[in-house]
Every structure is written in C-alpha cells, then in structure tokens.
C-alpha cells in the first residue's frame, strides 16, 4: 500500500466536465479529500470503502486552513494509501495544488496530476463569450480578484490597458473597485460579463457594459461563486442570441 496523492480537477461545476482519467482516479482511491464546489454526484463514483472528507473552502469561511490540509494528505496517505485530492476546476488555476503537491512528495509520497478544465474558459464558453476571437483580441489574462494581502493585484491595471479579455475568478466582492479602474481609462462602454454557478443549472448572468454592470448584477441578484469577464469578445456573444 504505497502513500500516494493524485490531484484531480473536477472542472467548472456540471459533473459531466470531469476527465475520464478523473473519473478513473476517483475509482481507485482510498480516500477523497474534497472541496466546496465539487458535486457531490462525483463522490458515487468512489469505493464502497473509500473515505470522503471534506475540505472546503467558500468565500472567507475555511474548515480547515490550507496547512491543516496539507498535513491530512500525508496523514491519510501514509495510513491508507492512495488519496484522491479533488479540487473545482482545475487545481493549477489558483487553486494552491502545487502547494499540496509539493508538501506531499517532500513527505515521501507518489504524486500524480490530472488537470481539470477551468472555470475561466469553460464558463464564459458556456455563455457563447469566447476567450478570444480572431480580429478582437490577441491575448487573455486570467487575474485572481484578491492577493495574498486582500489588495487587488497591479496586474489588472496593466491588463485593463489591453485589448485582452481580462477573465476575474474570486472577484465579486471587489466588483466595484474593478470598474473604477477601467472607468479611469476612458472605458465605460467596454462589454463586461458577470456569471454565477457557471456550466450548472441554476446559472445566472448579468452581460452588459462597465457603466451598468453594478446595476445589472444587484438586479439580477449574483453573488459568489461568479466569475467576471471584460472585453470586446463578450460581445460577440449577441450573434449567437438565438441559441443563449
């Protein structure tokens, strides 16, 4: 019984967007250690025997602290063998798997990796708003909406003077300080998506301009998990009006 860790992006949320490979690895586990955003549908794919044990964070509120986290990996792995960390989207795109990873491996166990498909791409996919568009953009960031340090990162500056399409994950609590800043570039027609519960049934999105967005989210009443995404490509979005 080697200790072992396979992280496992689910993806975005619909259950359906998990790998085939993560279904396998999920199949194979002693034990799951989970997050706040999986669907619990893709804990029915584990052994009768496996342990399940969630970890979860949402917006401020941690069950556990991503060192507690770390040490059960090892703590489970060493004692039951192989440990399944399930992580929401993909667990390289913010989602501190690499932290687990590398405590796990300099605590002597196996690693393996099997990405999922992040939420910053699929999402807006899902909402016909492609990441980019030939003839509209050249490039995409992908920006977390707080740092370490509960600022917002300089990146966005720097982005919001691009043509880019500027994807925010964690980021609706800082909606307003984000407008600001394309606002003060002279951008207040620039199209600009906020989108709930992305890829599930229950997905709810504002799709407007930097000047009304706030005013389009508090209608609709979006609150986290949402993503953000600005830019032209989100405008392309109205050709496909008749299918989204």
Known sequence: MKPKLTLVGAGPGDPDLISVKGVKALKQANVILYDALIDPILLNYAKKDCQKVYVGKRAG?????????????????????????????????????????????????????????????????????????????????????????????????????????????????????????????????????????GTLENENAAIGIIDNIELLVQQKQIKNPAIIVVGKAVELRKKLNNFF
């Not at 792995?77 to 932290?99: C, I, M, S, T, Y």
């Not at 990405?115 to 980019?132: D, E, K, L, N, R």
């Not at 800082?174 to 906020?194: D, M, R």
């Open 61 to 197: 509120i941690h069950s556990l602290s991503q060192e507690e986290i770390n040490q059960l990996i090892v703590d489970y792995a060493l004692k039951f063998g192989h440990v399944v960390r399930l992580k929401g989207g993909d667990p390289f795109v913010f989602g501190r798997g690499f932290e687990e990873l590398l405590f796990a491996t300099t605590n002597g166990l196996e690693i393996a990796v099997i990405p999922g498909i992040t939420s910053a791409i699929a999402v807006p996919a899902i909402q016909g708003i492609p990441i980019t568009s030939r003839g509209i953009n050249e490039s995409f960031w992908v920006l977390t909406g707080h740092t370490l340090n509960g600022k917002l990162t300089e990146d966005l500056k720097l982005a919001a003077q691009s043509s880019a399409t500027i994807v925010i994950l964690m980021g609706m609590t800082n909606l307003s300080n984000f407008v600001n800043i394309f606002k003060t570039l002279g951008k207040e027609k620039l199209p600009i998506a906020v989108i709930q519960n």
